[in-house]
């Protein structure tokens, strides 16, 4: 049903945003469902990927972290069995895989509206949006490479080289895994980064 309903007339109303986001968000903690979204065809899967991304940018705190959470649950997921390479290819990864070739631009959006939130936002958690931006840079670098270049050119020039080199400590000793140590450094390495990219 919400499927019949803009998304954009959906987040018009705060009390309905924080509704729908939390019955979106609902559907992918239980497992089952969870395959059960990612084995929809692309258009609906996009719709509620958005609606995701809509979660990010939050109305709360806590709503922000589950959705940014849910984030990094899928982008796990696709560099734990595509990037990586695992064995198995249950249906869901085969299916997640042609949603990212019909919708090449999903992931870059994500890291960037992350990133936006980590240095532009006055968040008091920076911990929930750190933890999905580990696994979409792993899963192509390239997609971090733009971003950053994006970034640099929406400056000003004489700033380009204390944030090029503020990118450069971002992935200082991170290696490409995403277990628990892994991740707090990268954890650590943003703190630095965003203070390091703040300051005057």
């Known amino acids: 049903m919400t499927l019949l309903i803009h998304l954009a007339d959906i987040l018009a109303f705060r009390n309905l945003t924080r509704a729908y986001l939390v019955c979106i968000l609902g559907g992918f903690i239980q497992q089952p469902y969870y395959s059960f979204i ?3 065809d692309t258009n609906t899967f996009m719709h509620i990927v958005g609606s995701i991304k809509s979660g990010l940018k939050g109305l709360d705190a806590n709503i922000s972290a589950q959705f940014a959470s849910t984030v990094d649950d899928i982008t796990a997921f696709y560099f734990n069995n595509i990037t990586m390479g695992e064995v198995s290819t249950p249906l869901a ?9 019909d919708c090449p631009t999903l992931f870059p959006e994500i890291l960037k509206t992350l990133f936006e939130f980590v240095l ?8 929930s949006p750190n933890r999905p931006m580990l696994s979409l840079i792993l899963i192509s670098e390239q997609i971090f490479t733009n971003l950053k270049a994006q970034i640099l050119a929406s400056q000003h020039v004489d700033q380009h080289q204390r944030l090029s080199l503020c990118f450069d400590k971002l992935m200082a000793d991170v290696n490409r895994s995403l277990d628990s140590k892994n991740r707090d450094k990268v954890t650590q390495n943003l703190t630095i980064f965003r203070y390091e990219s703040l300051a005057k």
Do not use: K, R, T
Not at 93 to 101: A, R, T
Not at 120 to 127: A, K, R, S, T, V
């Open 38 to 40: 990612l084995n929809l």
């Open 93 to 101: 990864v085969v299916n997640l895989v042609q949603h990212i070739v």
């Open 120 to 127: 532009f936002e006055d968040c008091g958690n920076q911990w």
